[in-house]
Structure formats: C-alpha cells, structure tokens
C-alpha cells in the first residue's frame, strides 16, 4: 500500500503525497514542542492515524480507541463515559494550535473531524504568491523602506547582536530572581458544543469566556486563555461541553491534571435557555466553577497539597509555604504557627514581589495577636504594626489581590479603626464575591463590629460554600444565634464546632452555655480556661474589648462569661 496516496483514502483528490509522507507528517507533528498534547492524546493521534493509513477506518470507533489506546477494558460503554470524546475535543484543539504555529508550512493537514475519529489528510497550499501584484501593491510599495548600504546594514545587525546580548543577559538574571515564585497555571479549554448549533455554539463560548473572567479574579492561580502561550508548565486544564435541549441546557465540566490525564474535579449544572434568565445562569454557573476550582480550599489547592514535597526549589516551596499557611488555618493548630510564619518570612525575603505571601505572613503576625495570651500591649503592639506593614505591601504589589485586602481589612481592624476596615472589606466585595475565605472574614467583621444583620448571611454564605475550616464559620454562627437571642441554635452550632485546642472557641462556649443554662458544659468550659489559659481568663475584659467593635455587645458577652463562673476585674 505504500504506493497509495494517503489523500485519496478520505479526500477524494490527488496529491503527490505517499502513505510515507503522510507518517514522515504524523512524525513532525509528534516531535514538534508545539503539539502540547499529553503522552495520552499523542498514542491517539498515532493511532488513529495508522488505523486510516492502514485502510481500516471503519474499525475506528469509540470503543476500539478506549481499549486500545486509553486500556479500558472489555466492559466500556461509550455513552456513560465520555472519555473518548473529551480527549478528542483537546486533540483537535493541540492540531489546531501546531498548525497556527510550527505546522505553518507543513504540505499536509492532518485533521480529526467532528463527528467521528477518523484521521483525515488534505494538502496545504504552500505555493508562493503570484509574480503579478495586484494594483495596491503599487502604492504600498512607496511605504516601504529603501535597503540599507552595506556599512549601515553591518551597523543596525551589530547594534541589534548588542541589543540581543542584553536581552538574555537580562532575562538570564529575571529568571534567576523573579519577583514571583511558580503558582499553578491552569489554561481554559473552549467549551466543546454538543449539538452544533449556533444557539449551543455561542453558550458554550460565552460560558468558557465567563469561567475565563471569574477564575482571573483569583490572584494565586495564572489562567491561561484557549490559544494562548500554553508551557510545559501548564499543569491544570478546565474543559467541559454544553448540550442543549429546546428550552435547557446541561454543562458539564472538569479540572484535569495535564501530565497523566487524571480528572481531579468534575460537576454538572443544568439551566434554561430563555432570555431573561440565560445571562445569569451563565455568570451563576462560571461564579460557582471559578469558586470550586480557585478558591482558598478548591481543587487546586488540593491539587497543590499534595504535589509538597522536602527541599522543594525555592520557585515552588514559597508556593508550597501559602498552601501550609491554609493546612495551619485549617486546624488551628498554634504549634504549626511558627515555622508556617518562618517559612512565609523567608518567602518574602527570596521573593519581595510575591504579592500573596505578604498577606499571609500579616495574617500571621495578627494570629499572633488574637491567639496568644496573656494579653502583651507592647509585643502585640509591635506584631500589630508588622502586620499592618506587610498588608500594607501586599496591596502596593496587587492593589486587586483579595487576600493582601483581607490582611489589611484584619490589621485595621484590630487596631481599632473599624470604619476604614469595613472600607476595604466593601472594595474585596466588590472585587471578587467569590473568594468564600473573604467572604466569611468580611462577614464575622461585620458582625463583631455590630451590624450582625448583615454580617452572619455572609458567614453563613462562606459555610455552605467552603469546603476549608468550617469550625471557624460554625463558631461564628454560634456567635450570630447568641446575638439574635436564639441560645438554643447557639449551643447547636458551638457543639458542631468542636475545636477543643482553641481557647477562644472554649472561651464562647463558656458564654453561651451559661446563658442556656447548660450548668454542667459552662463548668468544663470554666475549669479547662483556667487550667490551660489562666492568662486569657486574667484579662478577658482587654481580650474581649480587642474583638468586638460595640462596646455594648462586649458587655453582654462578658456578662455571660461571669454566668459561667468565670472571675475577672472590671
């Protein structure tokens, strides 16, 4: 069959083109650095390929590519798992991208068309262009410039040699000290359309360019847009597709790890199709995605955890020092504090540009504060202006970085300038509503510094739609049921809770199992206070104050915490 020409098998017309060629042009594409497919997809493309070549097309189905290339086994069924038609929906957009840029020249388009898997081989035109120019060549050939003289022209090349010595010279030394350390890259595939309609086609553009907008709100991921410049070290990929019905659609989406494939988030969301209610399904549907994928606890940071490894590069172990910052604010656990401040300290020093572990370390110094007693005026005094510091920088670096808001919103807070906290906690708001950690820190300033109305549907919110440390939330629900009167749903929610390290959270129980008359819980509460934190117990009233912003709702709490036994000067 080598004598065949491999245009003819699917084409139709002829070109001087043998199977050989054909696999020389399978070849090219393989080993070129700009076919950024996985190990996965290029055993597909080979395959698919061979088969054709070979004359067995029709054998080419979904079933034969899972078992033969993907190793399912003999119990596959195509229609309840869509892993032959994802992987070909990225293979034809790692085909596209090759053509657009190394494969520009290349004689033969090899392509998989929609609605099936078999390869297809066309000619490109390479031909060059006609000697006759059209009229508006002529014109436009008076805006070009003259040739340089020989002199001249050894001049501008050893001025541009010069140029381009300090250019890698320079990017040499940016990558020996970049301002920011390796984050997680995740590129954003376009949405496959189902259904091939105009309709479906642009929902499912217009959801990819929504994920796209929302996901750019977080500050610790980099998001890569469908044909941008796509790197080795692109490490994550969104994809999904969009099926319609006559009023419906269902889109589904995934998060998968490049390198082997592996699908580490998935979810499905159904909407309507009518008009009014199409747009924000939409923006609903890209704000719930960006939120599971991005946020603080969502995917990729899970991704992320466990990917930490012992003497990382310094790159990717300031990373890995952010993702111990949120494992440390998971537990609460105030052992881990100091070597995750530690290792935030050295962050900053090898990365000064590093925008988010700035915040984190102000974070710190603040928890430093709140969860250290006895009460000290002059160490907390001088973590208070370290941490006001740092926030400060974080937000000079991204005036836009949630989290460097957050540490500042904290730092002006506990040093007792409430309104201009609640200042930047509104511009985070508004910034990115998704970010479930400051969503729920916003929502607990807002109700310890009165306004709980508003405040404890926020804390709620981040509750239901973090999956991090939902201790920190339930305590805060504890706090808002005690405040409305309700200490039946209070003693719920601090049961739920359930951090028995946490002195502040055995110092609330204390509070609201006293006012529920909860003798025998209040009395644990008391006698573990001051056994392990006598210094807390000492100087309840300034810890108390330091908390809350209304002096009115610090003197019922503190009025309970003496229900509950507790003995402390006024």
């Known amino acids: 069959m080598d004598g065949a020409i491999c245009v003819e098998l699917n084409a139709r017309e002829r070109a001087d083109f043998?199977?050989?060629?054909?696999?020389?042009?399978?070849?090219?594409?393989?080993?070129?650095?700009?076919?950024?497919?996985?190990?996965?997809?290029?055993?597909?493309?080979?395959?698919?390929?061979?088969?054709?070549?070979?004359?067995?097309?029709?054998?080419?189905?979904?079933?034969?590519?899972?078992?033969?290339?993907?190793?399912?086994?003999?119990?596959?069924?195509?229609?309840?798992?869509?892993?032959?038609?994802?992987?070909?929906?990225?293979?034809?957009?790692?085909?596209?991208?090759?053509?657009?840029?190394?494969?520009?020249?290349?004689?033969?388009?090899?392509?998989?068309?929609?609605?099936?898997?078999?390869?297809?081989f066309s000619p490109r035109d390479?031909?060059?262009?006609?000697?006759?120019?059209?009229?508006?060549?002529?014109?436009?050939?008076?805006?070009?410039?003259?040739?340089?003289?020989?002199?001249?022209?050894?001049?501008?090349?050893?001025?541009?040699?010069?140029?381009?010595?300090?250019?890698?010279?320079?990017?040499?030394?940016?990558?020996?000290?970049?301002?920011?350390?390796?984050?997680?890259?995740?590129?954003?595939?376009?949405f496959d359309d189902m259904d091939g309609s105009d309709k479906s086609a642009a929902l499912a553009r217009g959801l990819t360019q929504e994920v796209i907008s929302q996901l750019s709100?977080?500050?610790?991921?980099?998001?890569?847009?469908?044909?941008?410049?796509?790197?080795?070290?692109?490490?994550?990929?969104?994809?999904?597709?969009?099926?319609?019905?006559?009023?419906?659609?269902?889109?589904r989406v995934r998060m998968f790890n490049r390198a082997d494939g592996s699908v580490l988030w998935a979810h499905s969301y159904d909407g309507t199709t009518t008009v009014p209610d199409l747009l924000k399904v939409q923006a609903d549907i890209a704000a719930n995605v960006a939120t599971s994928l991005a946020q603080a606890y969502g995917a990729v940071f899970e991704a992320g955890a466990k990917r930490v490894v012992p003497d990382a590069p310094d790159d990717r172990a300031a990373y890995f020092c952010t993702l111990s910052y949120y494992s440390y604010r998971a537990g609460f656990d105030p052992e881990t504090l100091p070597s995750v401040r530690s290792c935030l300290e050295k962050a900053v020093e090898r990365f000064p540009g590093y925008a988010t572990a700035w915040a984190l370390l102000s974070l710190i110094y603040i928890d430093e504060v709140r969860f250290h007693y006895p009460f000290d005026p002059v160490r907390s005094a001088s973590l208070m202006n370290r941490a006001h510091s740092a926030a400060r920088r974080a937000v000079e670096l991204e005036p836009t970085n949630v989290r460097a808001l957050q540490a500042q919103m904290l730092?002006?807070?506990?040093?007792?300038?409430?309104?201009?906290?609640?200042?930047?906690?509104?511009?985070?708001?508004?910034?990115?509503?998704?970010?479930?950690?400051?969503?729920?820190?916003?929502?607990?300033?807002?109700?310890?510094?009165?306004?709980?109305?508003?405040?404890?549907?926020?804390?709620?919110?981040?509750?239901?739609?973090?999956?991090?440390?939902?201790?920190?939330?339930?305590?805060?629900?504890?706090?808002?049921?005690?405040?409305?009167?309700?200490?039946?749903?209070?003693v719920m929610w601090i049961k739920k809770a359930n951090v028995p390290g946490n002195a502040l959270y055995r110092l609330i129980a204390a509070a609201i199992f006293a006012e529920g008359g909860f003798v025998a819980d209040a009395e644990r509460e008391r006698a573990w206070l001051v056994e392990h934190e006598p210094g807390l117990v000492t100087n309840v009233r300034k810890e108390t104050l330091l908390r809350f912003g209304h002096s009115e709702d610090a003197k019922i709490f503190l009025d309970s915490l003496k229900k509950a036994g507790l003995e402390f000067s006024d």
């Not at 970010?435 to 919110?461: I, S």
């Open 18 to 120: 043998s199977i050989e060629d054909c696999r020389d042009q399978l070849a090219r594409i393989l080993s070129s650095a700009d076919f950024r497919a996985t190990d996965r997809e290029h055993r597909f493309l080979s395959y698919v390929v061979d088969e054709t070549l070979a004359g067995r097309s029709d054998r080419i189905k979904a079933y034969s590519i899972a078992v033969e290339v993907f190793e399912r086994d003999a119990s596959f069924d195509p229609q309840a798992d869509p892993i032959v038609r994802i992987a070909a929906g990225h293979l034809r957009r790692s085909l596209e991208r090759y053509y657009l840029t190394a494969g520009q020249a290349d004689p033969i388009l090899i392509d998989i068309p929609k609605g099936g898997y078999v390869a297809t």
């Open 126 to 190: 390479t031909a060059s262009p006609a000697t006759e120019e059209p009229a508006s060549a002529t014109a436009s050939k008076l805006l070009r410039p003259r040739p340089l003289s020989k002199p001249r022209l050894i001049a501008a090349v050893a001025m541009l040699a010069a140029a381009a010595i300090v250019l890698v010279i320079w990017s040499y030394s940016f990558r020996l000290s970049p301002s920011k350390p390796e984050i997680p890259r995740l590129l954003v595939e376009w």
């Open 217 to 251: 709100k977080f500050r610790d991921i980099v998001v890569i847009q469908p044909f941008g410049q796509m790197g080795p070290d692109v490490r994550y990929v969104v994809a999904g597709s969009v099926d319609m019905s006559a009023d419906a659609f269902r889109f």
């Open 411 to 490: 730092a002006l807070y506990f040093k007792g300038e409430i309104d201009a906290a609640m200042r930047v906690g509104r511009r985070g708001m508004t910034i990115n509503p998704n970010d479930t950690v400051f969503l729920g820190e916003y929502g607990y300033r807002l109700a310890l510094a009165g306004n709980w109305a508003e405040g404890c549907p926020l804390v709620a919110e981040a509750r239901e739609r973090n999956p991090g440390p939902l201790a920190y939330y339930e305590v805060g629900m504890a706090m808002c049921a005690y405040f409305s009167g309700d200490i039946q749903q209070a």
